[in-house]
Every structure is written in C-alpha cells, then in structure tokens.
C-alpha cells in the first residue's frame, strides 16, 4: 500500500496578521527613531485625530568646511588689494607717471596700516626712517625726509591716501586693505560719508590723471654731467 504524497505548500504572498494599534505605534516609533539616529537630529511628532503619528520635519544642518590658513612671510599678517590697482602701479612706474619715491612711500605705508581701520601710524619721520633701514645698513643713497613729505602730497592728489591728523593716514582702502570684508565696508562707509559721497572725490576717484613723464625724486645729491644737465638717481 502506498502512501499519500507529502501535501504541497501553496505559493504566493504569506498573510500578514493585522498590527494591534498598540503594535503599529510602537513599530512607528521605532523608524522615527532610527531616522532620527541616522539624522543626528529630533523628528519631531504630531499625533492626529485618529491616534496615529505623522513625521512633521526634518532639520538638515550643515557644517562649515575648514578653511585653510594663508602662509604668509614676516609676521604683520597680510593685505588684500585691488588687482587692478597692483597693476596700474607697475604700468605707472613704467611710464615714470609716477616718482619712485612716490611708490616707495605708499607700500610702505599701506603695508602698515592697523588691521580693520585702513590707518597707518606714522609720522613722515618715522616713514623715512622705516624706508631707510636697508640702506643704512648697505651704506647706500638714502631717502630724505622733505621726499616723503613731497610723495604723501603727491599720494594724497592721487587719492590714494590723505590725512587723518596726529600723525595717522588713511588708507584708501578700496585699493589696499588689513581686515576682513566687513570691517573694509563699515570704514568704507565711514569715508565715504566723510566726503558726501562725491565720486568725484575720496576714495572712489582715483589719480593721476592721464600718462606723464615725470622725473624721479628721490632727494639725492644732484649730480651734474658734462654738458651741464640735471640728473636725478
């Protein structure tokens, strides 16, 4: 006698016992949880009328990627400048439309200033003094004090700098500025109300006017040469 084959099992779908609201809440509550945990965050929960709980939100927050540091010669920090205006200065002192000393006297004084004010400190002695430490120590020509005298004047009809009294020069620090950008706007701003903001005027116009020769003055001894003509060094 032979036996009954062994009884298939069905295919298809298994049925699913329906969750007892107690079960579907608490399985809810655990997906809310493990996305909160995967979030970093809270998500936050508002029960309905029905008793159940839908997801109200989810709070992205982002961190700021580090920025690395400049590495910068010396330890005075650095500027930023105008990259329009670093290379107007070479194509003027190319054109000998501005004097060396001129030149001289604004890099050393912008590379100065007091961070986040556009101000330097200095007297015109102490400028001349700061241009002359390498000289001195070559024994080579030297700049003068009534040079640098000239060159601010000079820098100040240029709108490049003009003075602040008791020894301190503003910076137009729309070509060359120590601080950050909000510092540069609040005395930016500050300046600009100082002189109706005139475009026409400090710090927006900026000089010299036009391309000339101009001689370089350094306050040097003046030597002559045979036939008698001025020569400046």
Known sequence: MTSDP?????????????????GSEAEYGDILAVLGQQLGEKVAEVADPGGRRRLKGVHFEYAADPKAVHDMAGDTGYSLASNWFTQLLAQLSVANSITKSQLCVFLFVA???????????????????GLNRI???????????????????????????????????????????????????????????????????????????????????LGFAVEEDVRGRRRTG
Not at 6 to 22: D, E, I, K, L, Q
Not at 145 to 174: D, F, H, M, P
Request: net charge neutral; hydrophobic share 35%; with cysteine.
């Open 135 to 217: 000289a001195v120590q070559k024994d080579g020509k030297m700049i003068t004090r009534s040079t640098v005298n000239r060159a601010i004047q000079a820098l100040c009809g240029y709108n490049w700098v003009e003075k602040a009294g008791n020894g301190r020069i503003q910076i137009n620090v729309r070509l060359w500025f120590h601080g950050n950008s909000t510092a540069q706007h609040e005395v930016l701003a500050d300046i600009a109300d100082r002189h109706d903001r005139d475009a026409e005027r400090f710090p927006y116009a900026v000089g010299p006017e036009g391309v000339h020769q101009e001689e370089l003055d």
């Open 6 to 22: 062994p009884a298939r099992r069905r295919r298809g779908p298994r049925p699913v016992p329906a969750p007892t609201a107690a």
């Open 111 to 129: 590379g100065g200033q007091v961070p986040g004010t556009g101000i330097a400190q200095y007297t015109q002695q102490e400028i001349t003094d």
